[in-house]
């Protein structure tokens, strides 16, 4: 599917700035900034290098002043927010945006036409931006770029008296390789041109983010370091190329750097074909699934620590998480024909259990994963279980994931951190103070915004799942399997102690005293959704359209009813605000997933219902070309028209859709969405 915007995208400065796009390198780094031009967030940038893949990123180039010279007049390509003001690019010369599968631009003044494309290199730290001329014969025509350098944490900005700054110029036939030394980092930001020339005449430069502003994060403007100008005089046909990259700060990194990009052309067509590839291999026809299956290979990461391909949970600002690893895999991998990534992430996973438990999140430098999650093993199970279904490869699980499996299960009985443990009446209580578990985990300072602790619905659901699978495994394995009536205990407690008969729905939360929270909230769709439901079929189907009627939207499901006094319908402001509201009524697009799974696990005979579900995710083709374009949002605000809002590009909404459209809604779907084994 390839995204296009017209003119009316650069109708003016509000425009130009809503829409952003990313490039992903595999290691965590990426390129981001708003169709316009403008950026807008300290995480914009040519290159957000990772030191430690896919951490440790440094923003190395927040913007590149650019302008088209014709006849000796400059036309603004590119413009900036600066404090008390802003410089906006000529949005008139602004013809079109695509993704080709690069971000690409159209500028266009009087006859002479320049093209622009942005891709970052596959496994390497480094961009090349493209410019091509067309037209403009017997005219003067000639492109200038001022980078801008700050060589700082993604998460900062760069104060004035921060960041020393060395320069070393060395020539390279044409053009030349610029270093760039950040004495802090002792690294280099390397910027190679095939042709021009570079005067230099370095100054510090202010830019103010606008969108940090609003997100009330301090540090909103920063202090970039400007080393002078690139100027090529180009003619019609003439393709010229800035390669941004990550050096190691020697002496030698430019002569490497020359030789390492001097065919930057080959370098974006292998990346194109390699995208070309992923998009063949995941087999659709659709252009909206092909565009998502390319999609979904930006969050797969490469983890240094690890040696193994690992998750990223959402561009900008999130890591690699194990819960959003887990829940997200089967979308990532296995429904666009890559269940290799699926087994390396499964295997990374039951090479770490501790205690019982799965890393929610890797260490950066060695030390301890972080352990702070109760449904995350949990999530282990499913996903082992979608890879067997996916590959049918049960051998792999025997041979490979069956001791992790069971570690966690007798980790749970047993007793683990957190408070987590079986109760005698089989159903798994978790918590204490000052510790969020589940995924609903909004902490603003000491306040707990939905405090969980107890007995999560979603957790018991996954427990239950979790014993079947291991029973199902033994059973194939030719091993005993004390697991199956353990579920059935669990299973009848569930229904007695969750069951709202005058809701209609399930309790979120039984608490360690038996107090039960009856906030209707979307946890309890797993309880229908997953491989082995734990509830009944005239349950499930009163739990499915509780969820219809109070949660659903276009965009997925509501964390809150609106009729709950505790409801947020929209998503924005400072820190606090956002937190507050963010399982308070916000809706989540990875949700729909899992909703789906449970409608047609209910309404599955009726074709007009399955047809209600293709509707549902085919919506999501119109937002492709908003926010993050090519990719799908964090969340959504609750309340219409739902405007999109968090991390522009987010891992297990990517997923859900492509799983759910593969697994459950596709018309070969049927041979995966039985349930059980």
């Given at each position: 599917?390839?995204?296009?915007?017209?003119?009316?995208?650069?109708?003016?400065?509000?425009?130009?700035?809503?829409?952003?796009?990313?490039?992903?390198?595999?290691?965590?780094?990426?390129?981001?900034?708003?169709?316009?031009?403008?950026?807008?967030?300290?995480?914009?940038?040519?290159?957000?290098?990772?030191?430690?893949?896919?951490?440790?990123?440094?923003?190395?180039?927040?913007?590149?002043?650019?302008?088209?010279?014709?006849?000796?007049?400059?036309?603004?390509?590119?413009?900036?927010?600066?404090?008390?003001?802003?410089?906006?690019?000529?949005?008139?010369?602004?013809?079109?945006?695509?993704?080709?599968?690069?971000?690409?631009w159209t500028f266009a003044v009087g006859d002479v036409t320049v093209v622009k494309r942005v891709a970052m290199v596959h496994g390497e730290n480094a961009t090349v931006v493209a410019y091509r001329v067309i037209g403009g014969a017997g005219r003067s025509v000639a492109l200038t770029v001022r980078p801008h350098v700050a060589g700082r944490d993604h998460h900062a900005t760069l104060a004035p008296e921060e960041g020393r700054f060395s320069v070393h110029l060395q020539p390279t036939g044409d053009g030349f390789v610029l270093a760039v030394r950040l004495e802090v980092l002792e690294?280099?930001?390397?910027?190679?041109?095939?042709?021009?020339?570079?005067?230099?005449?370095?100054e510090r430069r202010k830019l103010r983010y606008p969108e940090e502003e609003r997100r009330g994060e301090g540090g909103h403007v920063e202090a970039c370091w400007v080393p002078g100008t690139w100027r090529a005089e180009l003619r019609d046909g003439d393709e010229v190329h800035l390669v941004l990259a990550l050096g190691d700060g020697a002496a030698d990194s430019a002569r490497a750097a020359a030789e390492a990009y001097a065919d930057p052309t080959t370098l974006v067509e292998a990346e194109a074909a390699r995208r070309a590839r992923l998009a063949e291999a995941a087999g659709?026809?659709?252009?909206?699934?092909?565009?998502?299956?390319?999609?979904?290979?930006?969050?797969?990461?490469?983890?240094?620590?690890?040696?193994t391909t690992s998750v990223i949970a959402g561009y900008p600002w999130f890591n690699d998480w194990g819960r959003d690893a887990l829940i997200a895999l089967p979308g990532l991998t296995l429904a666009v024909g890559r269940p290799e990534v699926a087994r390396e992430i499964l295997l990374t996973y039951a090479r770490h259990v501790r205690d019982g438990?799965?890393?929610?999140?890797?260490?950066?430098?060695?030390?301890?994963?972080?352990?702070?999650?109760?449904?995350?093993?949990?999530?282990?199970?499913?996903?082992?279980?979608?890879?067997?279904?996916?590959?049918?490869?049960?051998a792999f699980l025997r041979d490979h994931l069956l001791d992790a499996m069971s570690q966690i299960v007798h980790g749970y009985l047993k007793g683990t951190r957190?408070?987590?443990?079986?109760?005698?009446?089989?159903?798994?209580?978790?918590?204490?103070?000052?510790?969020?578990?589940?995924?609903?985990?909004?902490?603003?300072?000491?306040?707990?915004?939905?405090?969980?602790?107890?007995?999560?619905?979603?957790?018991?659901?996954?427990?239950?799942?979790?014993?079947?699978?291991?029973?199902?495994?033994?059973?194939?394995?030719?091993?005993?399997d004390p697991f199956t009536a353990l579920a059935e205990k669990t299973k009848a407690s569930f229904e007695e102690a969750f069951w709202n008969e005058e809701g209609g729905y399930l309790y979120d939360v039984v608490g360690d005293g038996g107090e039960k929270d009856p906030a209707l909230r979307p946890n309890q769709i797993f309880a229908v959704s997953l491989t082995y439901p734990i509830l009944p079929p005239d349950k499930q189907r009163r739990v499915v359209d509780a969820v219809w009627r109070h949660l659903l939207t276009p965009y997925g499901l509501r964390t809150l009813a609106p009729h709950d006094p505790q409801y947020r319908g929209t998503y924005g402001g400072d820190r606090w605000a956002r937190d507050a509201a963010y399982h308070q009524g916000t809706v989540w697009p990875w949700l729909l997933g899992p909703f789906i799974r449970a409608f047609l696990r209910v309404y599955?005979?009726?074709?007009?219902?399955?047809?209600?579900?293709?509707?549902?995710?085919?919506?999501?083709?119109?937002?492709?070309?908003?926010?993050?374009?090519?990719?799908?949002?964090?969340?959504?605000?609750?309340?219409?028209?739902?405007?999109?809002?968090?991390?522009?590009?987010?891992?297990?909404?990517?997923?859900?859709?492509?799983?759910?459209?593969?697994?459950?809604?596709?018309?070969?779907?049927?041979?995966?969405?039985?349930?059980?084994?």
């Amino acid at each position: 599917m390839t995204v296009f915007l017209g003119p009316d995208a650069f109708a003016d400065v509000a425009e130009a700035t809503r829409r952003e796009w990313l490039e992903t390198n595999g290691l965590g780094g990426y390129a981001m900034n708003t169709v316009g031009q403008m950026p807008t967030r300290k995480y914009h940038g040519y290159l957000t290098a990772s030191l430690r893949p896919p951490t440790d990123r440094v923003n190395l180039v927040p913007h590149l002043e650019e302008a088209l010279w014709v006849d000796g007049r400059p036309h603004r390509l590119s413009g900036a927010f600066v404090p008390g003001g802003m410089e906006t690019p000529e949005l008139a010369c602004f013809r079109q945006f695509a993704l080709t599968p690069f971000p690409t631009w159209t500028f266009a003044v009087g006859d002479v036409t320049v093209v622009k494309r942005v891709a970052m290199v596959h496994g390497e730290n480094a961009t090349v931006v493209a410019y091509r001329v067309i037209g403009g014969a017997g005219r003067s025509v000639a492109l200038t770029v001022r980078p801008h350098v700050a060589g700082r944490d993604h998460h900062a900005t760069l104060a004035p008296e921060e960041g020393r700054f060395s320069v070393h110029l060395q020539p390279t036939g044409d053009g030349f390789v610029l270093a760039v030394r950040l004495e802090v980092l002792e690294k280099a930001a390397l910027l190679l041109a095939t042709r021009g020339t570079f005067d230099a005449h370095p100054e510090r430069r202010k830019l103010r983010y606008p969108e940090e502003e609003r997100r009330g994060e301090g540090g909103h403007v920063e202090a970039c370091w400007v080393p002078g100008t690139w100027r090529a005089e180009l003619r019609d046909g003439d393709e010229v190329h800035l390669v941004l990259a990550l050096g190691d700060g020697a002496a030698d990194s430019a002569r490497a750097a020359a030789e390492a990009y001097a065919d930057p052309t080959t370098l974006v067509e292998a990346e194109a074909a390699r995208r070309a590839r992923l998009a063949e291999a995941a087999g659709f026809a659709h252009p909206l699934w092909r565009r998502l299956a390319v999609a979904a290979d930006q969050f797969l990461v490469f983890r240094e620590t690890t040696g193994t391909t690992s998750v990223i949970a959402g561009y900008p600002w999130f890591n690699d998480w194990g819960r959003d690893a887990l829940i997200a895999l089967p979308g990532l991998t296995l429904a666009v024909g890559r269940p290799e990534v699926a087994r390396e992430i499964l295997l990374t996973y039951a090479r770490h259990v501790r205690d019982g438990l799965i890393p929610n999140m890797f260490a950066d430098r060695g030390e301890e994963p972080l352990y702070n999650a109760v449904d995350a093993p949990l999530w282990f199970f499913e996903a082992a279980a979608k890879y067997w279904k996916h590959t049918g490869d049960g051998a792999f699980l025997r041979d490979h994931l069956l001791d992790a499996m069971s570690q966690i299960v007798h980790g749970y009985l047993k007793g683990t951190r957190h408070g987590i443990r079986v109760d005698a009446d089989g159903l798994v209580r978790a918590g204490e103070p000052g510790v969020q578990l589940t995924w609903m985990d909004a902490k603003v300072g000491d306040w707990v915004v939905t405090p969980r602790g107890g007995k999560p619905v979603e957790v018991q659901a996954l427990w239950y799942n979790a014993l079947r699978i291991m029973g199902a495994l033994s059973r194939a394995c030719g091993q005993e399997d004390p697991f199956t009536a353990l579920a059935e205990k669990t299973k009848a407690s569930f229904e007695e102690a969750f069951w709202n008969e005058e809701g209609g729905y399930l309790y979120d939360v039984v608490g360690d005293g038996g107090e039960k929270d009856p906030a209707l909230r979307p946890n309890q769709i797993f309880a229908v959704s997953l491989t082995y439901p734990i509830l009944p079929p005239d349950k499930q189907r009163r739990v499915v359209d509780a969820v219809w009627r109070h949660l659903l939207t276009p965009y997925g499901l509501r964390t809150l009813a609106p009729h709950d006094p505790q409801y947020r319908g929209t998503y924005g402001g400072d820190r606090w605000a956002r937190d507050a509201a963010y399982h308070q009524g916000t809706v989540w697009p990875w949700l729909l997933g899992p909703f789906i799974r449970a409608f047609l696990r209910v309404y599955g005979d009726d074709p007009a219902k399955v047809a209600l579900t293709r509707s549902w995710l085919e919506g999501f083709a119109a937002h492709l070309a908003d926010a993050g374009v090519g990719s799908v949002s964090e969340v959504f605000d609750g309340d219409f028209p739902h405007r999109p809002g968090g991390c522009i590009a987010q891992a297990w909404s990517v997923a859900e859709l492509l799983r759910a459209w593969v697994e459950d809604v596709s018309p070969a779907s049927a041979s995966l969405s039985d349930s059980g084994f």
